[in-house]
């Protein structure tokens, strides 16, 4: 199976990505956690990378794509969960493509909707520890101690790309270049919607239906 999660960012497609891959014995592939790895590991194209990634912008057609259909070429065989790609139009010709040469397709793309509104207040609320990566939310999961990691009394961080400004460019740059996937999927009649705006568990149940 190859399915993909599409939705805004901070639509929870990663955290759902993380609870039902293992439930469907599928790989979680995220393009954000593949370039965050090679951003911190120093490489070519965590270095290219990093300027789009801090201003709220996608990193380059090519570039992606490259990293994508490389990292499903080796895991061939495996069902893949695909998490933040394809993200532009020019991204999901190519994994058509990519998929047909070696006699795959895509089963089913799930669209998970919330509001910009909810999106902002999710992700600038977002707030981790740079020692042990736990994350917290300064409305919905707040720490004991305001700003502290309760693991290590370390300082929180906001992410570069969750303050207010890049959101909002994030926002803009998904309306413009992420959405026409939604219509360019409904088309291909592999769509199917959920509302993101509830609890976790529900939209798990939800996404996790829409896969079946
Ligand atoms: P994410 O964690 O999925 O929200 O991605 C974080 C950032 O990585 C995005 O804001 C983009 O700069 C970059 N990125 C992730 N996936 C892609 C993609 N498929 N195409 C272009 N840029 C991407």
Do not use: W
């Amino acid at each position: 199976m190859i399915a993909v999660l599409l939705g805004p960012p901070g639509s929870g497609k990663g955290t759902q990505a993380k609870r039902l891959a293992p439930k469907l014995q599928a790989l979680h592939l995220s393009s954000g956690d593949i370039l965050r790895a090679e951003k911190a590991a120093g490489t070519e194209l965590g270095k290219k990378a990093t300027d789009y990634m801090d201003r709220g912008e996608l990193v380059p057609d090519s570039l992606i794509i490259e990293m994508m259909l490389g990292r499903m070429t080796r895991e061939r065989g495996k069902s893949i969960l695909l998490d933040g790609y394809p993200r532009t139009l020019a991204q999901a010709e190519a994994l058509d493509e990519g998929l047909a040469r070696s006699g795959l397709k895509i089963h089913r793309v799930v669209n998970i909707d919330v509001p910009d509104a909810e999106v902002e207040r999710r992700m600038t609320g977002r707030r981790s520890c740079p020692t042990c990566g736990a994350v917290y939310h300064v409305e919905f999961t707040p720490p004991g101690t305001a700003g502290k990691c309760d693991k290590d009394a370390v300082d929180l961080v906001q992410r570069n790309d969750d303050k207010p400004e890049v959101v909002r460019k994030r926002l803009v740059t998904y309306h413009h270049q992420t959405q026409p996937l939604v219509d360019y999927y409904r088309k291909c009649g592999l769509l199917k919607d959920v509302d993101g705006i509830q609890a976790p568990e529900e939209v798990e149940a939800k996404v996790e239906a829409a896969l079946a």
